[in-house]
């Protein structure tokens, strides 16, 4: 079957339907900053607050991007901030779970930094929580949020791939000892920062594993070092993946159908080009953009304000039950490794 001339252009939600919401920002560390900055830089969200352990900290953030309010003393005073409508949390992963039920106990909207929370138990107490105080709660996976994602789901839905057996994607980096990824008391190990997002490809693309293999490498701090995944879907296609904090690996991703193969280079995750090719190699369309990453954040806030402006209590595109899916399969990932975090310990 031959591929379209052109690919589908990105679905933009519009203007006018995306309303500013107030947020407070919670943990303003290393992608809080980038976060805020391409909010003010690319969208009209505003924001108002920032909270953290210590007011000196908070003070520093607000002074830096001028925002008005600063809350020190952990996440009560903020989530209490009656000018606050969305708390956006941006801790170590640990303390996601309780940072936002904290947010969601107090009627807060919550974008949460990925992974949402520790396990898919967590998750669902928090998809709980949101349900009954009538709140949205959403996993602040940018990649979903991105035009380039938007384009991908477009070209898997319309099966121009064809039948999909083969999936293959990895993320790697190296990490020095100091990082947090390296520290067992905040969660550490690639697979929550990092494997997530190849698991997460492999199981929104091709549905819950039937099927799961896990191979790991511990790291000498103590955590997780690496993590190799095999899984089998419904239908028999299988993803191979790979997540490492011992080097710096492709982080590239391939789709392969009967009719034709995605290929997604360099950091697949993030903004970037990819290429669409027919099986026998006459016909290829490109993805092409500037691998811009972090300015590209706004998608995700802008896509929960419009979720928000709607009254929708999921969102379409990442609604709660795919962030619960990426977290039992890395929760049976996890479990064949014999890896568990300080909070699973009784
Ligand atoms: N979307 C993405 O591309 C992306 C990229 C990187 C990270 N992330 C996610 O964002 C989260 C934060 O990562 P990061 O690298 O930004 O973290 P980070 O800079 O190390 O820490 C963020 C903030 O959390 C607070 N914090 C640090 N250590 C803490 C501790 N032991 N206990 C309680 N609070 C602590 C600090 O704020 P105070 O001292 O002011 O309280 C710190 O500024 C992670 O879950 C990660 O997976 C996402």
Not at 187 to 205: E, F, M, R, S
Not at 274 to 283: C, G, K
Not at 319 to 345: C, H, W, Y
Request: aromatic content about 8%; hydrophobic content about 45%; glycine content about 8%.
């Amino acid at each position: 079957m031959p591929l379209p001339t052109h690919l589908p252009a990105p679905r933009r939600l519009p203007a006018a339907q995306i309303p500013a919401l107030r947020w407070g920002i919670f943990g303003p560390g290393w992608i809080a900053e980038r976060f805020v900055q391409s909010l003010l830089q690319h969208s009209h969200q505003r924001i108002v607050a920032v909270g953290s352990r210590t007011r000196h900290h908070a003070q520093a953030f607000a002074d830096n991007f001028g925002i008005p309010r600063a809350h020190g003393g952990g996440i009560s005073a903020l989530v209490n901030d009656p000018n606050v409508d969305v708390v956006y949390i941006a801790t170590p992963h640990n303390h996601h779970f309780p940072a936002a039920l904290a947010a969601i106990n107090a009627g807060k909207h919550v974008l949460v930094e990925k992974p949402l929370a520790l396990n898919a138990q967590q998750v669902q107490g928090l998809a709980e929580a949101a349900a009954a105080k009538k709140v949205l709660c959403m996993e602040a996976f940018w990649s979903d949020f991105l035009p380039k994602f938007d384009v991908l789901r477009q070209v898997l839905a319309d099966g121009m791939l064809g039948e999909v057996h083969t999936l293959l994607a990895d993320h790697g980096e190296f990490f020095t000892p100091d990082h947090r990824i390296m520290d067992a008391s905040l969660a550490g190990g690639p697979l929550l920062d990092l494997g997530t997002y190849p698991v997460a490809l492999a199981t929104k693309t091709l549905g819950a594993p039937t099927q799961i293999l896990a191979m790991g490498e511990p790291a000498p701090a103590g955590v997780n070092g690496q993590a190799s995944m095999l899984f089998r879907h419904p239908g028999g296609a299988q993803s191979v993946l790979n997540t490492t904090l011992f080097s710096q690996t492709s982080n590239r991703a391939l789709i392969a159908g009967s009719e034709a193969t995605l290929t997604l280079p360099d950091c697949f995750y993030a903004p970037g080009p990819f290429t669409l090719t027919t099986h026998d190699r006459r016909q290829t369309l490109h993805w092409e953009e500037e691998c811009n990453r972090y300015q590209q954040l706004h998608h995700e806030a802008e896509h929960f304000a419009w979720c928000v402006g709607e009254g929708l209590l999921q969102s379409p595109v990442r609604p709660l039950s795919d962030t619960l899916l990426t977290m039992a399969t890395l929760d049976e990932v996890r479990r064949q490794l014999g890896i568990v975090f300080n909070e699973e310990k009784a």
